[in-house]
């Protein structure tokens, strides 16, 4: 419940910030069955919620340890199952020598993932970065992957590469090309080493992301749900920009004006706007309550608001909801 509501906000938050998310490849998502999933990682916060919108799967994520040093965000990875994983650079500063199986647990955890044909989510390249090309992959992944098949010889596991190209990621009104690739079918490599399949991995990435074309958009289909679902989705969307406009409109400009490094404004942009669009909410009902005294309107505002946040968003992007 808490996931897919979860989802349903980074769909529309993400179109605060770009203006189009173009997809190809959607055809390679496995409907079933234990799935990796590999994505470059060029955009922080973004990345994550990209994959989550677009994958039609509960997705179990994972991400770098130190973030679980926040309490804040502990309990929410708590809640989500976010999976930490200790990278070497989060080891060097420590005086005690590295400990080689930080992430047994981590591992443990993912393999129980896979066992019950769950989908995880890895960035092999193990860091956010702002080079426009595919960073030296680390070995975690390939090696979760070998662990899983030797632990489990007739588990049917796939590695999905999905490659995440960005117009100018630090823009907002701009597009965003997600190139799905075929899926790497570990039955299929009986012989594979773990260095090999890295470089597979590696290679499948660069096909999918610095080496793919831009997407070009064919001509989308004229939508047609009556006069009057196109009224209310319309007068939706108009509802949905003017109640939206100041928070969003804030989030962007301290964003941008706060933001050092060129993944952040985005990523600024959705938590600063999830934040104050609760905040406008709340002041908002608090107006209308004391107005009308009445929950029930309360209530009918409050459906109001949301459904002219997700039409505001998906107006002109409807073929986006099939994803």
């Not at 965000?73 to 070497?88: G, H, K, Q, S, Y």
């Not at 406008?280 to 109001?304: A, D, H, K, N, P």
Request: charged share 20%; hydrophobic share 50%; proline share 5%.
């Amino acid at each position: 419940m808490i996931y897919s509501l979860l989802r349903w906000i980074a769909g529309i938050a993400l179109h605060w910030f770009y203006s189009e998310i173009r997809v190809v490849g959607k055809e390679h998502i496995p409907s079933d069955g234990p799935l990796l999933i590999a994505v470059n990682h060029w955009n922080a916060l973004v990345d994550s919620l990209i994959v989550g919108w677009l994958v039609p799967r509960r997705i179990t994520m994972t991400a770098k340890a130190t973030l679980v040093d926040n309490a804040a965000i502990a309990i929410l990875f708590r809640m989500l199952n976010v999976v930490p994983l200790r990278r070497v650079s989060d080891e060097v500063d420590k005086p005690k020598p590295l400990d080689k199986a930080r992430n047994a647990g981590a591992f443990a955890e993912i393999i129980r993932v896979l066992r019950s044909s769950g989908t995880v989510l890895i960035f092999p390249e193990g860091k956010s970065h702002n080079e426009m090309r595919v960073e030296p992959l680390k070995s975690g992944l390939a090696r979760v992957a070998l662990k899983m098949r030797e632990e489990n010889p007739s588990s049917d596991l796939k590695i999905l590469p999905i490659g995440l190209v960005f117009e100018n990621k630090s823009a907002p009104g701009t597009g965003v090309d997600v190139h799905i690739g075929a899926p790497i079918e570990l039955r299929e490599l009986p012989e594979v080493d773990c260095l090999t399949l890295t470089t597979e991995i590696a290679n499948r990435l660069r096909a999918a992301s610095e080496a793919a074309p831009p997407i070009i958009q064919a001509a989308q289909t004229k939508f047609r749900e009556g006069v009057i679902a196109e009224v209310f989705i319309s007068i939706s969307a108009w509802w949905g920009k003017l109640t939206h406009r100041l928070p969003i409109q804030a989030a962007r400009r301290i964003a941008i004006k706060r933001s050092i490094a060129a993944d952040e404004p985005a990523t600024l942009t959705i938590m600063l706007g999830v934040g104050f669009t609760i905040i406008s909410y709340i002041i908002q009902l608090t107006v209308v309550g004391v107005i009308t005294r009445s929950f029930l309107v309360e209530c009918l505002y409050l459906l109001s608001v949301l459904n002219g946040a997700y039409w505001a968003a998906f107006q002109n992007h409807r073929s986006d909801l099939s994803r």
